[in-house]
């Protein structure tokens, strides 16, 4: 009844990269097709495109609604459009309805953002001051033209002379008219890059647990090398991590672009790149970590405990992204945007926010990649010292002096 | 012939393998017993080079057991382990690929191993939704996929039903017959007597006894006699080279010191009364095995 082997005999194990490609497609595979990977990826997809989305649909457009009443309305209205295009907003001309009473109610109620008769302004709150500054230069306009008018004056003349065009603003720190939506991609990427550097950092740790606790390591390790084990298991998450970054990216970027929030340009491409390469550096050197501190224990409900400087660190980065990402030029967005591990959050806002000299960025990749090849190989001995250790927590020390036995 | 030469390995101050050499040949099923904590599974784990021995070698076919060496070997560790989420077929598959199989051999093998033990029809089953039988008949198809030449088992009957140990027994005979050598531990010692061509009894980390139980049986120790006469049971306590060592009913259970002749411990029963019953008895693994390690 029992097989025969006859026929059936390979050569022999492959070789260390053969190894990884069959661990990492195991791990590629094993998670795309659990239910919970495809729950998560919609679950982020929905948040990140309804953060996009919502904001402006609540906000609507920058168009603004207004009824005039009074003896020049009509004029006062015209006047109104001319000065609101100038300024960048939009005005909408509300016709005004049969009694004042009614308009002023619709502007109590916020049904209409003013009503402007004659000299007085009605709304519900304290209108926007653009609004207000339009509303104001239209009705000076018209009053001077009727004054001017009533000297013997030729209107047209007068409305022309009058209508003179908003200043131009010119800044000393940015006159890239692209920053601004660059900063914005920059943020979503800081908060995503955030999230899956953590989410996936933290699955390579329960996933070495989970060949712990199961035991299954050890029927592993007859044929595997540990170092090959972690390197597949690493890349397949990792790989995993960055299929679903690129999904989300691409979901955002199209939502954004879709609403009117974004023109997706070079520059919006090349912050993206950033955000890429950096979740490469950071994932690798967080994952690493990760692993090499979950191989220490032997039950999933320990992971959280050995995992906590790890979370805390890039907690830490987090919010240091933010603070670059509000002061961009400082001296400590300067410092933490090249010193790993930290430049892996805090680079991609400076870099958005076009305040990072290119020589700054090569330093921060080349630092990363360099702690990021130590840190493998630290990890990788770790790992291989605990890996086989079961019961309570394996010391880091013990951990060290094990690997090879 | 797998080879374990002089095998040493401390733990901290615990010495688990103190010089153990041991040989087993191609169509050989070894059975390697001894009490908790005497070295079996450390033993086990140094052939498959989970862990390293302090000092010795492991040989098969005369060179050091290296990669590819263990990528022919078929291993069921002590602590069961397999992936829980993980579909029974695509499991196989996966353990014979990290073997060193080619995608349609690792897919074809597990079928037959999956159909061998009987477990065709879990194929597409996660592992953690089989019972602990078929579990642990997954984990000895995860030990068989690629087909190894050398098999080694630690505990691979505990937990099964008598029927999964018919299977697995006749699954291994017919493993060992193609040429393989398996190397299993267990405690159940009828069944190691039953199954094995040869026995290993390790003690505190050295092999204190090894050959076929016949062999065992036979090497050097004393011969053993249920004899019982009519209306006593004291004729045998002043007879010299005989120990009364138990009593079986109305017998008394005599082992029989080197040098000593069941002739003269005849005529001794018969001088002594009206011989009832005389009969030679061979003394099971499990007794031999207690005088080993309580030795």
Known sequence: MSPTAAGSREPGAGGFWATVRLVGRREFVERVRDRSFLISTVVSGVILVAVIVLPRLFQGDNTVHVVFRGPDAGAVAAAAERQAEAAGLHLKVVAPSTSAAADAQRARNGDVDALLDGATVLSKDTPDPALLGVLEAAHRQVLDAKTLAAQGIDPAKVGATLDVAPLRVETATSSDPRSGQRRGVAFFATIVLYGQIIGYGFWVATGVVEEKSSRVVEVLLATVRPRALLTGKIIGIGLLGLAQLLLLGVAAVTAAAVTGGLDITPDVVGVLGIVVGWFLLGYSFYASLFAAAASRVSRQEDVQNVTTPMTMLLLVSFFAAIYAANSPSSLGAAVLSVVPPFSALVCPPRVAAGTMPAGQLVLAVALMVLAVVLLVRVAARLYEGAILRTGGRVPWREAWRGAGR | MLELLDLRRTFGATVALDGLTMRVPRGQVFGF??????????????????????????????????????????????????????????????????????????????????????????????????????????????????????????????????????????????????????????????????????????????????GTVEELRGHGRQRRLEVEVEGTDRWAAELAGVRVVDRAGAALVLDLADGTRPDDVLAAALRAGRLVRFTPVQPSLAELFREAVLA
């Open chain 2, 33 to 210: 017993v001894g009490v908790n904590g005497a070295g079996k599974t450390t033993a086990m784990r140094i052939v498959l080079g989970v862990l390293a021995p302090d000092s010795g070698q492991v040989r098969w076919e005369g060179s050091p057991v290296d990669a590819q060496v263990r990528a022919r070997i078929g291993y069921m560790p002590e602590e069961r382990g397999l992936y829980p989420k993980m579909r029974v077929r695509d499991h196989l598959v996966y353990l014979a690929r990290l073997h060193g199989a080619s995608t349609a051999t690792a897919a074809a093998s597990a079928e037959r191993w999956m159909a061998a033990l009987g477990v065709a029809e879990r194929a597409g089953d996660r592992v953690e939704a089989l019972s602990l039988g078929n579990q642990q008949r997954v984990q000895l198809a995860a030990a068989l996929v690629h087909d190894p030449e050398v098999l080694v088992l630690d505990e691979p009957f505990s937990g099964l039903d008598p029927v999964g140990v018919d299977v697995l027994a006749s699954v291994l005979r017919q493993r060992v017959d193609d040429g393989a050598a398996l190397v299993f531990s267990s405690h159940q010692l009828e069944l190691v007597e039953r199954l094995c061509d040869a026995v290993g009894i390790i003690r505190a980390g050295r092999l204190v006894a090894s």
